[in-house]
Structures are given as C-alpha cells and as structure tokens.
C-alpha cells in the first residue's frame, strides 16, 4: 500500500524527523484557511501548494507551485485541485488531484544556499537487507543522476541482527558533506527515518529532497512511503490511511471479495488457483505464442460466487478474447469447482469468449465429463499444454 505525501510525512514526524509543514486541503477556501494557520504556526509568508496524488514528478507536471499570497495561494489551489496530473511516472490520462498540500516554504534566503539531497531506505531484495541510498544530487532529477551519473548514488547497507549503527549514519552526513549543526542534525535525521521505516514495517521510504535549510537545518520535503501490505494488520492507524480512489477500481472490487487480480495487457483472460500456479499459466500462455490478459487468483475456495465474480472482472477487459481456467483439485474438488463455472456460466448469460477450462487433481475426469456434457461454449482439458494449445487455436 502507498501512502500520500502528508501522510508520510505525518509518520515521520511521528518519529522525531523533522518535516516541511503543511495543512491538507480540499478546495480553494479551505487552502487559504489552511494557510492562515500554517503561518501562525510556523511564522511562514510563503506557501508551496503541493498535489496530493500517489505519484512522483509532480514539480515537472506542475503540481507543486510556489504562492507569495494568500490570493496566489488561492489561485495555484483552484488550478491544482480537480485538474488531472500527468508526470513521468502517470499514465498519459494523469492523474486526478483531489487535494492539496499547504506547506512552508522552506527555501527561504540566509547565510547558505538551500541544498537538496536524496535519501532512501528499502529493502534489498536480493541480499534479503535494508539499504539507505542517498545522494548530494537530490531534487527533480534524480532519474537522470541515478541513469548518467550512477556513481553519485551511494548505499549503506544495514546489518539486521545489529540494526542501523551510529558510524553508519555519520558515514552518510560526512560523504552528503555536511559539517557542524548540519551534520548532526543529519544523523538525526538517518536514524530516525531508518526508525520511522522499520517501525511501520515499510518497504520503502523516500525522502527526495532532504534539504539543507540556509540555517543548517535537515528537514524532508517530500516522502513517498511503500508499506507492505502483510503488516497491515498490526498497523490500523495506517491502514486506515488507505485512499482507494489511487488505486486501480478493478483490482480494489477484486480485493473486496478475496480475489487477488492484477490487470495486464493480454488478450487471453486467466483463473487460477494459488498464486504460483497462476504464474506458471502465464508462463505457459506466453510459451504457447499467446499473451495473459491478467493475474488472478481466485485463491483456495473457488466456489460459485467468486468464480462467477472472477468472471465478471475479466470480461470487463475489452481486450480479453479467450479465459484459461487452471485450476488445482487438491483440497477443493473439481467437480465442485466444474459445477460453479457452469453455474456462473449460465447466471452471467451471454459469455461472448470461449472458456478452455483445465481441471487436474481429485475428481478431474468427473469435472470433464460435467462440463463437456453442460452444452456450453466451453472447452475442457486435463493436460495444462493441451489447454496452452487450444486457447492460441481459438484466439488466433
Ligand atoms: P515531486 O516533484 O513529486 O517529487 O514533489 P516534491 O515534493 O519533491 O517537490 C518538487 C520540487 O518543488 C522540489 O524538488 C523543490 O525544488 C520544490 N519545492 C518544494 N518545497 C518547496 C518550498 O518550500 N519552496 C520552494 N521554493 N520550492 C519548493
Ligand atoms: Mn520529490
């Protein structure tokens, strides 16, 4: 799950990192209440405006705006809110921003220049460790730095059985070349984002730019946090946290009935049970010239009402012009789940794709002989190849 950037920063906060502060707000009255307030709070005369939409670039696609009033305040919100933001990391379509950041302005004149500095801590798959990544070259191009200039992106690696070390974190304020106030309050700053990020069981924490204030301090403009998901449970303040209007509609109605759906861009719809063998379906729909349409696991009770539901969303897709369903009979029994396609099957009415379904396991040749026999435009098969094969005969 994604957070927005105000909630991300919210957590840090939470952890003793210090934050640009802002006010969320929904429309353009609300954004000059907001601030009003903001600058009681912070003594600030400037704004940044900032679309609250989960994805990065917003600067280049022009939904972080600097305001020097209360009027400009006013004006930027009205362009912001409602509008749809197309960045680097969008869609063409862009994305809707239904509201917006109020913060400080930070990069306010003094004895130095504003330095911005890239900082991020995730999880290293392959080496089964949390790094930080950081680089002095923060800011709006930091894609381009990480692609012509891989060599100003450094890591540190985290050691899980004795944590983030102290030499560690002043490693990184010395090689960011930070000195004085600034160097300590960057180790601060590493430690408690590294905090921030295991203590809310994250998978990513990006913080582009970290800015060096002209007086010295180290705050986090930005923050784009990733948490995985299978730690929701004990985390129900962030879960709570979750806007669905970010997400893909299809795979949250999916989500809603125990169906783990993600849509793709082939022509050949799948159903499948338990997540590795779906992905060996792929596999085999692509070795057999053909192109899935989708990921879907209808999981380990592929009875009637999510069979029929599974159905529904795959044909949603435009694109879909055959359905592969593999199904496993191993506790479920494939009679059982033959008769749900059928009973879906006649509910939904008019299926205009053919449905090659493949059932193996306990009761496999029963299942055959059902839906064989159900009358309906739908193929069986008990080798999965045979399957491959006759769903690249019927799509061409
Ligand atoms: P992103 O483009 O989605 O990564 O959004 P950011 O939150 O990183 O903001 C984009 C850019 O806006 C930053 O890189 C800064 O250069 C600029 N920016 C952010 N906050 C302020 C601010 O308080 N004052 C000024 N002048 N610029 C800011
Ligand atoms: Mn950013």
Redesign the pocket.
């Known amino acids: 799950m994604n957070l927005h950037?105000y909630q991300g920063k919210e957590i840090l906060a939470g952890y003793g990192v210090r934050v640009?502060r802002g006010l969320v707000a929904t429309t353009s009255e609300e954004a000059v209440a907001q601030a009003q307030k903001l600058s009681e709070d912070t003594g600030t005369s400037?704004w940044?405006v900032?679309a609250q939409v989960h994805?990065?670039?917003?600067?280049?696609g022009g939904?972080?705006k600097?305001a020097k009033s209360l009027d400009e305040v006013r004006d930027r919100a009205n362009d912001i809110i409602g509008m749809n933001l197309v960045?680097p990391q969008t869609s063409a379509e862009g994305k809707k921003v239904h509201q917006v950041l109020i913060?400080?302005?930070?990069?306010y004149p003094g004895d130095s220049e504003p330095e911005?500095y890239y900082m991020s801590v995730l999880l290293d798959r392959q080496k089964g460790r949390n790094m930080i990544m950081y680089s002095t070259e923060?800011?709006?191009d930091i894609e381009e730095v990480a692609e012509k200039t891989p060599h100003l992106i450094f890591t540190e690696e985290v050691d899980p059985s004795v944590g983030l070390q102290d030499f560690q974190a002043r490693r990184i304020a010395f090689n960011l070349g930070t000195s004085g106030m600034a160097f300590k309050e960057m180790v601060k700053f590493v430690k408690s984002l590294y905090t921030a990020y295991e203590g809310i069981d994250a998978s990513l924490f990006e913080i582009?730019?970290v800015l060096k204030t002209s007086d010295d301090k180290i705050l986090a403009?930005?923050s784009k946090v990733t948490i995985d998901d299978n730690s929701l449970f004990r985390h129900k303040d962030i879960a709570e946290m979750r806007d669905l209007r970010e997400e893909d509609p299809t795979e949250v109605e999916a989500g809603e009935v125990g169906l783990n759906f993600v849509k793709l861009d082939g022509n050949v719809g799948c159903m499948v049970n338990g997540a590795g063998l779906a992905m060996a379906t792929m596999d085999i729909i692509k070795m057999a010239g053909g192109n899935p349409a989708n990921f879907l696991d209808v999981g380990g009770t592929a009875d009637a009402a999510r069979v029929e539901k599974a159905f529904r969303i795959i044909l949603r897709d435009q694109g879909v012009k055959a359905i592969l369903v593999n199904i496993f009979g191993g506790i479920v029994r494939c009679d059982r789940v033959a008769q749900g396609i059928v009973d879906a099957y006649k509910n939904i009415g008019d299926i205009p794709v053919p449905i090659i379904v493949r059932l193996q396991g306990t009761n496999a040749e029963e299942a055959k002989k059902l839906i064989d026999e159900s009358g309906l435009k739908v193929h069986s098969a008990i080798q999965l190849k045979e399957a491959a094969a006759l769903v690249q005969e019927l799509v061409g």
């Open positions: 950037e640009q400037w940044v900032k994805a990065g670039g917003r600067g280049k939904g972080v600097l960045t913060a400080e302005d930070v990069y911005e923060g800011g709006m582009n730019p403009v930005d």
